[in-house]
């Protein structure tokens, strides 16, 4: 796998801890979003679709730091938006790795070149490149030409810097095998650490929702994928993953696994969003009341009607790696015979009870624009009664 072994150390020991404590919900990864702000508009995002006072808002480092410091997760995985727009946040990676954590910065890579020399490699700190496909699939998915060459050319030089680099590719409906088994090797022959991939997800507020997998696609598609894998293996090309094995194994249909929607909180401008990454129904002030007041049971696969084709990393990936803490025997299963390419697919959770879906996702919107609107308000009329100068 992609993930050093010192990482994979610190974050088992971390989750032993947890299990050993009995604590039942507990963070594995901060995602962090301190702007939406981006110098892309792909169709498949839900992150950009705000009024532009949103758009314009900034985490200011105070806030970035103070979320690491209420979230125990060892992993902060910084996202957008385009982190790489906010200009405080080489500050805000030097903290997070003086605080122990293991920092991973995605962007889309066409602001690497100016901004890599502000970054400075460090074992815990790697860079997440978006790639979604080889150049066709992936300037179709960001609805630009050039970038999947500029995205390349930032992985180069990342690595020619001595940076730990990775890519996250992010796929659809449509995807074809062979093409995204043929990107791999390619992406694999470049040298990066490791490859996270994970299927999309139907964001509400996404312009394109004619694109995402369901749960029975989703399987059908890894599983062809992975038979590939093996095929590749077989010519000397490795896949190397940043995941953990029973997650991809859960991707090709052979895990059952239920949501793990508090493993992956979610921090960014409008506060701790309830009730993960993907859903916005609400936010908390601080990450103990998510945790103390999120009522989590009501979300998940089989529990509400939004989550039902979701198998998503952010969902997902913390669920597989207590799995694989609590049951140590399926890796050594894994490792032995690989992830399953044929035959019958494990039971999936039943969807029949699912709750209905609620469409509430645009309320903190307006409470934030409120706030934008007051906190303006409030600065032009400090202005106007301040004494003019002599």
């Known amino acids: 796998m992609g993930v050093p072994f010192s990482q994979a150390v610190g974050v088992g020991k971390y989750v032993l801890t947890q299990h050993l404590k009995g604590n039942r919900r507990y963070p594995l990864v901060l995602m962090l979003e301190p702007l939406f702000r981006c110098n892309l508009a792909c169709q498949g995002c839900g992150k950009i679709d705000y009024p532009a006072e949103i758009l314009n808002q900034r985490m200011s480092v105070e806030d970035a730091v103070r979320a690491a410091e209420e979230c125990p997760a060892p992993v902060i995985s910084i996202a957008g938006g385009e982190p790489l727009l906010h200009k405080d946040l080489p500050q805000i990676v030097e903290a997070y790795l003086k605080m122990g954590r293991y920092v991973i910065l995605c962007t889309n890579a066409l602001l690497l070149e100016k901004k890599i020399d502000q970054y400075k490699p460090h074992k815990n700190f790697c860079w997440s490149i978006h790639l979604d496909g080889d150049k066709q699939m992936h300037d179709h998915a960001v609805d630009q030409d050039g970038v999947y060459e500029r995205a390349v050319e930032g992985i180069k030089l990342a690595k020619s810097k001595g940076f730990r680099t990775s890519i996250n590719c992010t796929l659809f409906e449509g ?75 859960f991707l090709a249909g052979n895990q059952t696994y ?133």
């Open 175 to 249: 995807a074809d095998p062979d093409r995204v088994a043929a990107f791999y090797d390619t992406v694999s022959q470049l040298g990066v650490e490791g490859m996270t991939t994970s299927p999309g997800y139907a964001y509400e507020r996404a312009p394109d929702q004619q694109h995402f997998l369901n749960r029975t696609r989703t399987k059908e598609l890894f599983r062809a994928l992975f038979k590939r894998g093996k095929e590749s293996k077989k010519r000397g090309i490795s896949w190397k993953f940043t995941q953990s094995p029973l997650f991809l194994d």
């Open 258 to 390: 239920a949501c793990t929607p508090w493993g992956n909180p979610t921090r960014n401008v409008f506060g701790w969003q309830r009730p993960c990454y993907l859903l916005g129904e609400g936010y908390a002030s601080t990450f103990k009341e998510l945790m103390e007041t999120t009522e989590w049971d009501r979300y998940g696969v089989g529990n509400y009607e939004k989550c039902a084709d979701c198998m998503v990393h952010s969902g997902f990936e913390a669920t597989s790696v207590m799995d694989s803490i609590q049951h140590p025997w399926k890796l050594a299963k894994f490792a032995l015979q690989g992830i399953k390419t044929e035959g019958p697919m494990t039971k999936d959770i039943d969807l029949t009870k699912a709750r209905p879906a609620e469409y509430v996702f645009s309320r903190h919107v307006e409470t934030k624009m409120a706030e934008i609107h007051e906190a303006k308000a409030a600065r032009v009329a400090a202005a106007l009664s301040a004494p003019a100068a002599e």
